[in-house]
């Protein structure tokens, strides 16, 4: 089993910035990726951003280009999610998700095998 403890959520204002972070624990795969996905009230949960074990590659979603970077801490076992000049649009819990070395890397939703309980992120106009 693999535990994903997500944190650094909260309320601000449009153009402001939030750092999520994602501690995973456990039974992790050697050389996991992980992923960064939300979910608005009434929305399918979609995909933010990936990266994988050595952080050389990081696909990120054209909505979130330019403006979030995801990064990570193997010795910490922490993904992390700076998210810059955010928007209105961007309100929705933010999930952090697991997947197994035979992987490496996905933007798709059931390749990803443990999530973490998500992070409420608020933006205000």
């Known amino acids: 089993q693999v535990q994903l403890l997500e944190s650094g959520g909260g309320l601000v204002q449009a153009g402001g910035s939030l750092r999520l972070s994602c501690a995973a624990s456990?039974?992790?795969?050697?050389?996991?990726?992980m992923g960064w996905f939300r979910q608005a009230p009434g929305k399918e949960r979609e995909f933010v951003a990936a990266i994988t074990w050595s952080g050389g590659n990081t696909p990120y979603a054209d909505s979130v280009k330019g403006r979030f970077t995801i990064s990570r801490d193997n010795a910490k076992n922490t993904v992390y999610l700076q998210m810059n000049s955010l928007k209105p649009e961007d309100t929705a819990v933010y999930y952090c998700?697991?997947?197994?070395?035979?992987?490496?890397?996905?933007?798709?939703?059931?390749?990803?095998?443990?999530w973490g309980q998500g992070t409420q992120v608020t933006v205000s106009s």
């Open positions: 998700a697991h997947t197994s070395q035979w992987i490496g890397i996905s933007t798709r939703v059931h390749d990803y095998d443990y």
């Open positions: 456990g039974r992790t795969s050697s050389r996991y990726g």
